[in-house]
């Protein structure tokens, strides 16, 4: 039985105002709280024991998950008092652990989407008697990323931060979020700290002459770190692009939960989801979009690759490109939002307020 450990403390300041109330990993993505996913595929995985590393609003998880038993899993709850990056989170937990000292523990971070091969992870750390493994994956554009290069073996050779000229993208693989530690090399963190696994706790163990192995895979990859990418992958989950045995339903074009209400006219596309309670509108398009819970369309409105907050209002002839719409805010009839705006929380916006803005 191999454990896990999920890093969900961050307090998600690049999805507000997603994350006001609710903690990141815990935004419904297609329909259900996007850490339910992590946690299913780690079950499918034959993971059986997860310890979950949180901070910032800590409280929300254990009523939702339990003891985990809903998910065939066993859940255990580590809360940091102040953040400790990383690192710090995946040491500070490490009492909980059960493994023997040269057992592998996979390390989950908690906004990461991705169809990673998990036994595969695993496999390839036990074959090659690494002390940490990573998961690695290819990116057009690495520039945002730390680079990790290895050599014909898949053995790292180094840690590179972002690379800020041509020169310095020296491979276009990155450092994809998810980790098998050898139990005893959790054990030399430092504790009680905040420590970077990225920037300390990796180098360190390169620098000191610890195999650390890279496994590439190339299969479905996403931060969801801000809202254009979270609803994205939200509709990704409901197309079936991203897997996933958590979703509420079939994939297809849109997933409807059971309580909401869709008028026969409205049209659905490109994987939206309509969450519990809430209602959608006669005439109103939506396309690759998230309705939180009792969130309502009004008719007439026109809602793309958006996400609307728990009981927010969308008013009649709307038009949303790209945008998200705060819990309990209104829009009122007659607006025009696009190219990323963000509508704080209980927001209101008066009819005909606004044509087009894309800085609010």
Partial sequence: ????????????????????????????????????????RARAAGVEHIVLATSYLAEVFEPYFGDGSSLGLHLEYVTEEEPLGTGGAIRNVASRLRSGPDD?????????LTGLDIPALVSTHETTGADVSL??????????????????TGRVTAFLEKPQTPEEIVTDQ????????????????????????????????????????????????LDLGTPQAFVRGSADLVLGRAPSPAVPGRCGDRLILPTATV???????????????????????ISGSTILAGAVVEPGAVVTDSLVGVGARIGERTILTGA????????????????GVRIWCDAHIPAGALRFSSDQ
């Fill in 135 to 152: 998961h690695l994956t290819r990116v057009e554009d690495p520039r945002a990323f730390g680079l990790v290069p290895t050599d014909s």
């Fill in 324 to 339: 998200v719409i705060g819990d309990g805010a209104t829009v009122g009839a007659d607006n025009e939002l696009r190219d």
């Fill in 263 to 285: 008028a026969p006219d409205a049209k659905l596309t490109g994987g939206t989801v309509v969450c519990e309670g809430a209602r959608i509108g006669e005439g109103a398009r």
């Fill in 174 to 221: 990155i450092n994809a979020g998810a980790y098998v530690f050898r139990r005893s090399v959790i054990d030399t963190i430092p504790e009680g700290r905040p420590v970077s696994v990225e920037r300390e706790t990796f180098p360190e163990l390169l620098a000191t002459g610890a195999h650390l192995q890279g496994m590439v895979d190339s299969t479905y990859w």
């Fill in 104 to 112: 592998p523990v996979l390390i989950f971070n908690g906004d990461i």
């Fill in 1 to 40: 039985m191999t454990e896990a450990i999920l890093l969900v403390g961050g307090r998600g300041t690049r999805l507000r105002p997603l994350t006001v109330h609710t903690p990141k990993p815990m935004v419904p993505a297609a329909g259900v709280p996007f850490l339910t996913h992590q946690l299913a």
